[in-house]
């Protein structure tokens, strides 16, 4: 269910959590008609987190704009893969051939191993 914009600025002040008025904002803005970039700049965020916010909103409703936690976000390794991505990381930067490790490169390693 799509709520109207009055609902949202509503919701927004309900809220105490500052990051999701903005959210709730950019909401009745965008379903006002706004284009995201026109609500980037008057709520002064970056477009990329307003379309997230709408993108989040149209796919999990209220949900989708709730902010998780760091323990929600991160990875869940094991102790054994942690040592074993530990060795990796200090291995790579020990490395004479130069080059640099990226974290896409440690990103790749986790996921080709651990997933």
Partial sequence: MILQPSEFIKLSKQT??????????????FFEG?????????????????N????????NGLEGLEELTRS?????????????????????????QGGRLTLEDIQQYISELFT
């Fill in 16 to 29: 105490k959590n500052p990051r999701k008025k903005v959210r709730m904002l950019a909401l009745a803005h």
């Fill in 34 to 50: 706004k284009s995201r970039y026109q609500i980037a700049e008057y709520l002064k965020v970056s477009r990329t987190s307003v």
């Fill in 52 to 59: 997230k916010w709408v993108k989040d909103y149209l796919d």
């Fill in 72 to 96: 929600d976000r991160s990875c869940k390794l094991g102790d054994a893969q942690l040592k074993q991505l530990k060795a990796y990381v200090l291995g790579s930067i020990d490395r004479t």
